[in-house]
């Protein structure tokens, strides 16, 4: 039996690799020429370690929970590693080796690091009475690295209830674990609000009311608590975010420094003295404070205090700005003050300043200062970490070396838009804009654009030649954004060049790229070269993303660029109600409005208002109707019958479907139609529900099928299909006290609620990936009982005859059953996403593009997961082309489209059709980005790349002077015969 | 008979291989103070090593930065040493799946059991039967099967494909005989030329291939004329 699946196996695997050698791979001198991948860490969290000496690097941690090794000359990657699930708590670096040592999943992983190379050096872990296995997610705990690094303080917040507490210190060398005695702590404490001062001090900061308790774990135990007002520090108002912020670095042990940051307004310097508490300075509208050792000018090497101001005037500036964006960035001034920690002295001639150049606000999340010896010279480089995710490197003089954009690791959604016409085609739009008028008016606006027309073209002319004349003004820092293009340096700043190059070209292949990121943070992103185009950020859009995190949150394009004179419009709806609406070739937003309700579906309306808008609905908690725009509202209107919405419920199973037939401008609400309750799990909490649609106005090409005997196999073609998958667990089945967990799949009729197929999947787990195009619906799962991926695909057919060729209405065909076919198949790895590749009009190929935990990317040709595919095939099989059954689908190295340019942790993929029918855009993102372009049948539209012109251009010629020199030769034959 | 000799050693290699195992367990508690945690803290171990494909002892810096281990598709990780070896800690009793990835070369991943009382076992992946053990060596050893082949390679021009090309060939070989086969005749003796002529071909009937040729490129009126010199250099010829 063995042998034979092995026969098969062999024989089926080399006819798929000779069908995939022939459909995909790129060539080796492709590479890099339509892709781009660029690397992230994620926000800093724990700033780690420095090394100056040969090639200077810098060490950090991340709340992506990714350490990582930066390059201080350019800010690329030297090395980075991912870990596993649970907060990365603490990292710092020894004194003595300079190792650095990470904690995380609350001390079940200690490790150390090589600084250098990234190579372990040892992995520990803290003993089961101080963390559980169960405990790994938890957050009750805070830890502190001893700066010598042989040992780690932990404070543990008990869970019955939150008030007592207990201090661990664990020792590496003998794993030995000294416990203190509980003590109880005040009620509405929790680990947040606490920090480590050093290893003999720990400080809590009671928000709510005002008041500060420390410990000290040397001598006895026990929490003594004082009012801020103590100190003669008074609130006027609500104080609203006050933080605690300690410091790595002390001038000395037993006397230790930390600070209480006032939400922006200042800072407050507080010192132990005598294992007690004392203010040391109030420093109004400083930013940011930072210890680290000094050498002054007129002193020696100390400790200084470095503080970060931002100068107010430019940031009135910049709030009268963000209303109006314009092409040309804000400034930010920043300045960095050094203060003598004896004397209390400044040092003027160590002051640093410089400027930042951006639209939205920019606030300070942490600074770090990082000490350079040049030459006996003593000099520092800053280091900020700004709450949008940016990270930049600057000098004191005001020189940023470089910028990283660390949001684009936390991408929630995207989309690959379109660019806008030219100024020369926009104007041959608009002469075909006035078809309506006389032949005469449509004469002279014909002649007057082409004048037009060639004015555009004259004046284009001249403005290119003067740039190239004077060159420096576009490029004024275009040196250092040379540096880092092949990572993710990519400034900020566009300039105006590159904003006049945004067009569209021939076969739209040059797009846009279109992001929301966790942090309230959006980016336009160029295709061809990766570069960011434009970003923008919004606080209010930060706080509703973190106040009611989503899993997915759509970008609406409700207008595409194609509709000259109107510009393109792209919107977002948080789930709290925020719309944020934005151009999305120029980053700048129209619009902002804040419903007062929560939000429970959302959907983009089909039909375009007068100015191609397409609204978006909004159905709230209460099932009222928003329309935004509120204009859209007759559109709704006048289509309410052919309108349905589905909101699904994750804890009870719940499905309701929602018609708008009774809707008027009265008259809002939405009313249900159908309603479902599907089996979940009993611990609703583990249940997690998908539905899926087809895409938005997808092209299907082909009706039907053709067999093999030349009749047509026609596609069920339902386009209010939806696929709904359920991951749950079982409480009746159970062995050995597990349960078992399922997988249930439904394909359900939006519109009538009616089921239409459903299938189970038992011991089996998520997380499920839908692919639902045309007629075929393809999702992967693991299978927990043999102990692998696998992926099921499902293809519904109306039979050999279609009912009707011209339209599909869901409530008059539901006598039809569509038959379906269901066919199992084992992928050989895991997938981390999976998607299809979308084209123009639907011609070409579908593959698959499945985001593989290794990496890479494959693609896989449709083909290969089809249903149809026979056990035993038979000529007719065989005419039609299908491949013959094997259970487990190839993963061969050729598919895989990112090639050595791997990707972590692969959050989702999305695909556009560009304007070649041959060719699809792909985008991925997660801790990296990637982009490509994929030809599932190949370039079978344009001349291939390496297409050789001059090969054809010198064959030409050769046979135009092989002919005239035949001529020359005949003609002197003749003659010489003549004369003969 | 057979059977039964098969089955001796089945037994005997089942009997080497707790032997083995029970060796390692016991270095493992030996050396529990070290750094390993043992089982008794709470989680069992894995260990292995990746080697490179020059088999280094010392992996080089790229290598150490671009190769991950996985486990369970990203459930757990393990992290390299300096020597190649590393160790994945605080996994219950189960089955894992440990992949080594590598963007240009390729591992093959094991399958590792680890039962209730802490003994693990390696063995082959196998998708289809997924019950059957095909083992492999503990602590795991991963060997780079060969480098990855993302590329296709791209057919170069060269001058003899060219020359090769049936088309090619069949163009060149009309022109030999064109070009080459008259000299040949007109080369040899004039014994021949004379029983040529004495064949008495039909001269005139057919138009001439060359002149044809030479007519079409040179253009109408000259080409008459140059005719009609040619007819008259021949026909003074014949008087000869």
């Known amino acids: ?980 | 008979m057979t059977a039964i000799r098969y089955a001796l050693l089945w037994f005997l290699l089942l009997v080497s291989n707790n032997a083995i195992r029970a060796q390692n367990v016991d270095i493992e508690s030996n050396g529990g103070n070290n750094h390993t945690p043992s089982a008794a803290n709470g989680g069992h171990t894995i260990e292995g090593k990746v080697s490179t494909s020059t088999g280094d002892s010392n992996m080089p810096q790229q290598w150490l930065a671009s190769t991950r281990i996985i486990v369970n598709y990203g459930e757990y990780f393990g992290f390299l040493k300096r020597d190649g070896s590393f160790e994945i800690s605080n996994l219950q009793p189960g089955s894992y799946l440990v992949e080594v990835t590598h963007p240009d070369y390729f591992y093959e991943p094991i399958r590792v059991d680890i039962n209730s009382k802490g003994k693990i076992r390696a063995r082959k992946v196998n998708y289809i039967q997924t019950s059957s053990v095909q083992q492999l060596p503990y602590p795991l050893k991963f060997k780079p099967k060969g480098p990855f082949k993302y590329f296709q390679i791209r057919e170069t021009w060269k001058l003899t494909d060219f020359l090769f090309n049936p088309m090619v060939l069949m163009m060149i070989l009309p022109l030999l005989l064109l070009l080459v086969l008259p000299k040949m005749i007109n080369a040899a003796d004039p014994e021949t030329q004379r029983e040529m002529q004495n064949m008495q071909m039909p001269k005139y009937d057919m138009p001439e291939l060359s002149e044809m040729m030479t007519s079409f490129f040179t253009g109408g009126s000259s080409s008459k004329s140059s005719q009609q010199l040619a007819l008259k250099n021949k026909a003074s010829k014949k008087k000869q």
Not at chain 1, 29 to 50: C, E, I, P, T
Not at chain 1, 231 to 243: A, M, T
Not at chain 1, 252 to 277: Q, S
Request: proline fraction near 4%.
């Open chain 1, 1 to 980: 039996m063995v042998k034979k699946w092995k026969a098969i196996d062999k024989l089926s695997f080399l006819l798929i690799a000779a069908l995939i050698k022939v459909s995909l791979c790129l060539y080796e001198d492709q590479v890099s020429k339509w892709d781009f991948r660029q690397s992230f860490v994620g926000r800093l969290k724990h700033f780690v370690a420095y090394d100056t000496h040969s090639t200077p690097t810098i060490v950090l941690g991340t709340e992506k929970q990714v350490l990582a090794s930066i390059y201080l000359k350019n800010g690329s990657l030297n090395w980075r590693h991912v870990f596993e699930c649970g907060p990365f708590n603490a990292a710092r670096v020894e004194k003595e080796d300079g190792n650095v040592i990470t904690v995380n999943a609350n001390g079940l992983y200690v490790r150390s690091w090589n600084a250098k190379s990234g190579s372990l050096v040892s992995e520990y872990r803290l003993p089961e009475s101080i963390v559980t296995e169960n405990e790994r997610n938890s957050d009750y705990f805070n830890f502190y690295i001893k700066e010598k690094g042989n040992e780690i303080v932990c404070a543990k917040f008990h869970q019955s209830s939150n008030r007592k507490l207990q201090f661990y210190v664990y020792t590496f060398k003998s794993q030995n674990v000294k416990e203190s005695k509980i003590v109880a702590i005040s009620k509405q404490l929790s680990p947040k609000d606490c920090a480590f001062v050093n290893e003999n001090y720990f400080v809590c900061l009671d928000v709510n009311s005002l008041e500060i308790s420390y410990v000290s774990l040397n001598d006895d135990v026990k929490f003594t608590t004082l009012s801020l007002s103590y100190f003669g520090l008074q609130s006027s108002g609500v104080p609203e975010n006050l933080k605690l912020v300690t410091f790595n670095h002390q001038p000395d042990v037993e006397n230790p420094y930390f600070a209480i940051d006032l939400n922006g307004d200042g800072h407050v310097l507080i010192r132990f003295e005598n294992k007690e508490l004392k203010l040391v300075k109030i420093f109004p509208k400083v930013k940011q404070l930072y210890i680290e050792s000094v050498s002054f000018t007129n002193s020696e090497s100390k400790y200084g205090l470095f503080m970060l101001i931002s100068k107010p005037e430019s940031l009135k500036n910049d709030v009268d700005e963000s209303a109006n964006v314009k092409v040309n960035k804000d400034l930010h001034q920043f300045k960095v003050a050094i203060f003598d920690m004896e004397n209390w002295q400044e040092d003027k001639a160590l002051m640093g300043h410089f400027t930042v150049k951006s639209n939205s606000p920019i606030i300070v999340n942490s600074m770090f200062i990082i000490p350079l010896l040049q030459s006996q010279k003593y000099s520092y480089k800053i280091l900020i970490s700004t709450i949008d995710g940016s990270l930049f490197l600057s000098s004191p003089q005001g020189r940023i070396s470089w910028r990283r954009e660390e949001a684009l690791a936390s991408i929630l959604s995207a989309e690959i838009l379109d660019l806008p016409l030219s100024e020369l085609d926009a104007t041959i739009e608009q002469t075909l804009g006035f078809s309506s008028e006389n032949i005469l008016t449509q004469f002279l606006n014909r002649v007057s654009s082409q004048i037009i027309q060639l004015q555009t073209y004259f004046t284009k002319i001249i403005a290119d030649s003067m740039e190239a004349i004077s060159p420096s003004i576009v490029n004024e820092r275009g040196d250092e954004n040379d540096e880092n293009t092949d990572f993710d340096g990519s400034d900020l700043q566009s300039s105006g060049k590159e904003l006049r190059t945004l067009v569209r070209d021939k076969f739209g292949l040059h797009k846009i790229i279109v992001t929301v990121t966790e942090f309230g943070k959006l980016f336009g992103i160029d295709t061809l070269s990766g570069k960011i185009v434009w970003s923008v950020f919004d606080t209010d859009l930060r706080n509703s993303l973190r106040l009611n995190p989503p899993k997915k949150l759509s970008i609406f394009v409700q207008r595409t660029t194609a509709h000259f004179p109107y510009s393109a419009k792209c919107t977002i709806v948080s789930k709290d109600g925020l719309i944020l609406s934005f151009n999305p070739i120029t980053g700048q937003i129209e619009d902002k409005k804040q419903l007062n309700t929560q939000v429970k579906q959302t959907m983009l309306l089909y039909h375009v208002d007068n100015t191609y808008l397409k609204g978006i609905l909004i159905l709230d908690k209460d099932n009222f109707v928003h329309l935004y725009p509120e204009t859209t509202n007759q559109v709704l209107n006048k289509h309410k019958d052919t309108y349905f919405i589905v909101v699904g419920e994750e804890k009870t199973g719940l499905l309701e479907g929602y018609g708008f037939n009774a809707f008027s401008d009265e008259n809002r609400k939405a009313n249900r139609v159908w309603s479902l309750t599907l089996p979940t799990s009993e611990s609703s909490s583990k249940s997690r529900l998908q539905i899926v649609f087809k895409r938005h106005g997808e092209h299907v090409h082909s009706q039907g099928r053709v067999l093999g005997d030349r009749s047509v196999l026609y596609k069920y073609l339902n386009p209010n299909l939806m696929v709904v998958t359920i991951e749950g667990t079982d409480p009746t089945i159970s062995e050995f006290g597990k349960k078992f967990s399922f997988i249930t799949l439904y394909l359900i009729d939006a519109v009538t609620g009616s089921i239409i197929y459903s299938t189970i999947h038992k011991r089996s787990k998520g997380p499920v990936f839908v692919v639902h195009s045309e007629n075929s619906v393809v999702y992967s799962y693991y299978n927990e009982k043999s102990r692998r991926t696998e992926i099921s695909s499902l293809e519904l057919y109306e039979g050999k005859t279609q009912v009707n060729a011209t339209s599909f209405s869901s409530l008059h065909r539901q006598v039809i059953r569509p038959f379906i076919e269901h066919q199992n198949f084992i992928f050989p790895t895991g997938i981390s996403s999976m998607v299809d590749t979308l084209t123009e009009k639907g011609i070409t190929n579908k593959h698959l593009l499945i985001a593989l935990p290794s990496g890479g990317i494959l693609e896989l040709p449709k083909a290969f997961v089809d249903p149809r595919r026979p056990i035993n095939p038979t000529m007719e099989h065989r005419e039609e082309g299908l491949i013959p059954y094997v259970p487990e689908l190839p993963i061969p190295s050729e598919g895989i489209i990112n090639y050595n340019k791997s990707l972590v942790s692969v959050r989702d993929i999305i695909t556009a059709p560009s304007s070649l029918e041959s060719t699809c855009l792909v985008f991925a993102f997660g801790l990296d980005i990637f982009y490509t372009r994929v030809t599932p049948s190949k370039t079978f539209d344009i001349l291939k790349d390496d297409f050789d012109h001059w090969l054809i251009a010198g064959v030409l010629l050769i046979l135009v002077g092989l002919s005239y020199l035949s001529k020359w030769l005949a003609a002197r034959k003749t003659l010489n015969n003549a004369w003969k």
